[in-house]
């Protein structure tokens, strides 16, 4: 899986946990919106490092609102 799609999954992730959205709901919205099966949300679920990801994610959020400002 390449890293733009675990970011991509991870902030999908990092959204439904501070919405408090439901796991089915999670699992559908990191699909559709990721454009990844089933298969790839369940690999990223298993496999990766949330907390890492999770980090990364917020970095580029901050750079991102830098540069806009």
Not at 33 to 46: A, L
Not at 50 to 66: P, Q, S, T, Y
Request: proline share 0%; charged share 30%; net charge negative.
């Amino acid at each position: 899986m390449q890293h733009i799609t675990k970011l991509k999954l991870a902030a999908v992730h990092q959204f439904c946990d501070v919405e408090d959205k439901s796991t089915e709901y999670m699992y559908a919205l990191m699909q559709t919106t990721c454009k990844v099966d089933i298969d790839t949300v369940n690999s990223y679920m298993v496999n990766e490092n949330h907390e890492k990801l999770f980090r990364e994610v917020n970095e580029l959020v901050e750079l991102i609102i830098k540069i806009e400002n």
